[in-house]
């Protein structure tokens, strides 16, 4: 037990460590975004899509975690609201971070599609 909650305190040690995360898509040619956390008490977020100057803020919902007891991870998923000028836009990010990868799915509200973000928290995946 002692073991599993110190690879549980690392993992998610490691996830809120890192600073800015750039993540990739499939689904969109060229379509990148970074992922910054913030320095504060929240659990808010922002991105930036490359190609863009503005950051998007995003308003932390919910968290889960969950511990495999078989293995050394922890899988984390956070939940988010897409905030711009103040207001909730209506899309929603959710983003999952498990053995030192990130997804983020991101579902634009106009149409509700899905588009995945994915990559590692190694720096030298932010080139821009």
């Not at 898509?25 to 975004?33: F, G, I, P």
């Not at 050394?72 to 905030?83: C, F, L, P, S, W």
């Not at 971070?97 to 995946?125: C, L, W």
Request: with cysteine; aromatic share 12%.
């Amino acid at each position: 037990m002692k073991k599993l909650f110190l690879i549980t305190l690392f993992s998610v040690a490691t996830y809120i460590a890192h600073a800015q995360v750039c993540l990739k898509t499939d689904s969109v040619q060229n379509a990148e975004l970074k992922l910054f956390n913030t320095i504060n008490a929240t659990k808010d977020r922002f991105v930036l899509l490359k190609g863009q100057s503005e950051k998007i803020k995003l308003k932390f919902i919910k968290e889960s975690l969950k511990i495999c007891n078989e293995c050394t991870h922890t899988e984390v998923t956070t939940y988010y609201d897409e905030i711009r000028k103040g207001k909730s836009t209506g899309g929603k990010y959710v983003l999952t971070y498990k053995e030192n990868q990130y997804e983020m799915i991101y579902t634009r509200p106009t149409d509700t599609k899905n588009f995945v973000f994915s990559g590692s928290a190694k720096p030298e995946h932010c080139t821009w």
